[in-house]
RNA sequence: GGCAAGUUACCCAAGCGGCCAAAGGGAUCUGACUGUAAAUCAGCUGGUGUAUGCCUACGGGGGUUCGAAUCCCUCACUUGCCA
């Protein structure tokens, strides 16, 4: 991975008199457990650790925040575990709409390999305050049912469990919830109780959505141990259209280069609303306190030219990929969205462009349509022509008026640029 | 274990023998206006190049019927009440 020069050049913002005050400047504390007894625990270095649950191969945007807090922490100083949930991604924790499907223990254990190869690339392995990998299911499946029952069921009221947000929801919908997802918040705190006993850990960060979980750790320490442990849970990234964040055409923006492409990365930031971009800076990059005050003097002064939206999707295609791929993604974007001369590029600026963009390879006179349907850009033969009906369909920056339409007008280098609507854009090799 | 209600497309939800590829709403998508923004307005949204066709789809399986999302049986799951 090409992010070690990206993770060294990363830094908190020393003006700042403590990281809790950053935190709180980037909107990043929605919930924490006492702020003065938290400030003084941060003071000296300690170490703490973030679960991510295998629900799917990768990691998406969300779980981003956490792992940039995570990284915010080590700059900081301390140390971070990072937990995959080998256990608790076989239990699944409770989502508020419904039961989960549960997914098979070879299908768990291999999304578990993945999260761990993506969380290697946000923190730092190496050096005096190095990250850690865990995998709960370690010490998880060492437990009979009756040893986790006499041992940590004990510590469990009923009542308190069944307040919980995420169980509480559940219940008073008509979906119920099944014992194994109510059983989740003790796994949780379970997990907390080990890594306090094995590593010493007394920190817990996590989404503010997990709060109930997250307690339930807390609790569980200060039960068995007696002993106090603290919480950051950041807020949930909500838009300011109310639309939910991460999302992109419906689907979710993952972290995996082969769900999510650089470019496609790097579009979905770019398109950030204006009345969000700020907020966004300071939770998605290192970028200083300054820095970001700059860049909201121009998104009032000169909205237009959309300085922090480009300098934010830099940033972070950056941190989730690398610098070569951000730049390339933004060179690509310029290229194909640009003052718009497609016809003045040369081929090979033509050529990298269109490989960062969905793309097939196709003989010279396809239709427009089997074009769409080639390269993805529409799901199907039908939706090609509705497309096209509707005026969505470009080739070349020129409209597509006919369903019957062929592609003979070639670019340089033997490409062509094939779009639907204004922003999902694709290339044509011939 | 018993009884009752329920399971419809991405989500919510109507339909209760043919006029159902399935109302309505949300969401996505497209167009106009723009700044690759927001808001607003308009339109599309199962597949198949065009067939009063065929295929897929109203939880799974089976049945009744010329015809089933709709009726019956059965299985699974969900919720509620009773034990």
């Given at each position: 991975?090409?992010?070690?020069?990206?993770?060294?050049?990363?830094?908190?913002?020393?003006s700042?008199a403590?990281?809790?005050d950053e935190?709180?400047?980037?909107?990043?504390?929605?919930?924490?457990?006492?702020?003065k007894?938290?400030?003084?625990?941060?003071d000296?270095?300690?170490?703490?650790?973030?679960?991510f649950?295998?629900?799917?191969?990768?990691?998406h945007?969300?779980?981003?925040?956490q792992?940039?807090?995570?990284?915010?922490?080590?700059l900081?100083?301390?140390?971070?575990?990072?937990?995959?949930g080998?256990?608790t991604?076989?239990?699944?924790?409770?989502?508020?709409?419904?039961?989960?499907?549960l997914?098979?223990?070879?299908?768990?254990?291999?999304?578990?390999?993945?999260?761990a190869?993506?969380?290697?690339?946000?923190?730092?392995?190496?050096?005096?305050?190095?990250a850690?990998?865990v995998?709960n299911?370690?010490?998880?499946?060492?437990?009979?049912a009756?040893?986790f029952?006499?041992?940590?069921?004990?510590?469990?009221?009923?009542?308190?469990m069944?307040s919980?947000?995420?169980?509480?929801?559940?219940?008073?919908?008509?979906?119920?919830?099944?014992?194994?997802?109510?059983?989740?918040?003790?796994m949780?705190?379970?997990?907390f109780?080990?890594l306090?006993?094995?590593?010493?850990c007394?920190m817990?960060?996590?989404?503010?959505?997990?709060?109930?979980?997250?307690?339930?750790?807390?609790d569980?320490i200060?039960?068995v141990e007696?002993?106090?442990?603290?919480?950051?849970?950041t807020?949930?990234i909500?838009?300011?259209?109310?639309?939910?964040?991460?999302?992109?055409?419906?689907?979710?923006?993952?972290?995996?280069a082969?769900l999510?492409?650089?470019?496609?990365?790097?579009q979905?930031?770019?398109n950030t609303?204006?009345?969000?971009?700020?907020?966004?800076?300071?939770?998605?990059?290192?970028?200083?306190?300054s820095?970001?005050e700059?860049l909201?003097e121009k998104?009032k002064?000169?909205?237009?030219?959309?300085?922090?939206?480009?300098t934010?999707?830099l940033?972070v295609?950056?941190?989730?990929?690398?610098r070569?791929?951000?730049?390339?993604?933004?060179?690509?974007?310029?290229?194909?969205?640009?003052?718009g001369?497609?016809?003045?590029?040369d081929?090979?600026t033509?050529?990298?462009a269109?490989r960062?963009?969905?793309?097939?390879?196709?003989?010279?006179?396809?239709?427009?349509?089997?074009?769409l349907v080639?390269?993805?850009?529409?799901e199907?033969?039908g939706a090609?022509?509705r497309?096209?009906?509707?005026?969505?369909?470009s080739?070349n920056?020129?409209?597509v008026?006919?369903?019957e339409?062929?592609?003979?007008?070639?670019l340089?280098?033997?490409?062509?640029?094939l779009?639907?609507?204004?922003?999902?854009?694709?290339?044509?090799?011939?």
């Open positions: 991975m090409a992010t070690k020069e990206t993770l060294a050049a990363q830094s908190n913002d020393q700042f403590h990281i809790v935190f709180q400047w980037r909107g990043l504390m929605a919930l924490s457990t006492d702020e007894e938290l400030r003084e625990a941060l000296e270095p300690i170490t703490f650790y973030c679960g649950d295998p629900t799917a191969p990768s990691l945007l969300g779980n981003l925040v792992l940039l807090t995570m990284r915010r922490l080590q900081a100083g301390h140390h971070p575990l990072a937990l995959v080998g256990a991604g076989l239990v699944g924790d409770p989502k508020p709409t419904a039961e989960r499907t997914n098979d223990r070879e299908t768990v254990a291999l999304w578990v390999e993945k999260l190869e993506q969380n290697r690339r946000f923190l730092d392995f190496e050096g005096k305050n190095a850690r990998m995998n299911l370690d010490w998880t499946q060492e437990y009979s009756i040893d029952l006499r041992e940590i069921g004990k510590h469990y009221r009923v009542g308190k069944l919980k947000d995420a169980v509480s929801a559940r219940l008073n919908s008509d979906a119920g919830i099944s014992y194994t997802e109510f059983s989740y918040q003790i949780q705190g379970l997990d109780l080990e306090y006993r094995r590593y010493d007394v817990q960060t996590g989404g503010s959505d997990q709060w109930g979980n997250l307690t339930s750790g807390t569980l200060h039960r007696g002993k106090s442990v603290h919480l950051i849970a807020p949930l909500t838009n300011a259209d109310g639309k939910k964040f991460g999302k992109s055409e419906g689907n979710a923006i993952w972290l995996d082969e999510t492409s650089p470019y496609a990365m790097y979905f930031w770019l609303d204006d009345a969000d971009v700020i907020d966004r800076l300071k939770v998605f990059t290192f970028l200083h306190r820095e970001i700059e909201a998104v002064s000169e909205p237009h030219l959309r300085e922090a939206q480009r934010l999707a940033q295609t950056e941190i989730v990929h690398s070569e791929e951000a730049e390339s993604a933004r060179d690509a974007s310029a290229a194909l969205f640009g003052s001369d497609l016809r003045a590029l081929a090979q033509l050529a990298a269109l960062e963009l969905p793309n097939a390879r196709v003989q010279k006179g396809v239709s427009v349509v089997a074009a080639e390269t993805g850009l529409v199907s033969n090609a022509r497309a096209i009906a509707q005026g969505g369909v080739v920056k020129i409209k008026d006919s369903e339409a062929v592609i003979d007008d070639l340089a280098g033997d490409v062509a640029v779009a639907r609507g204004k922003k999902s854009l694709a290339g044509l090799f011939f």
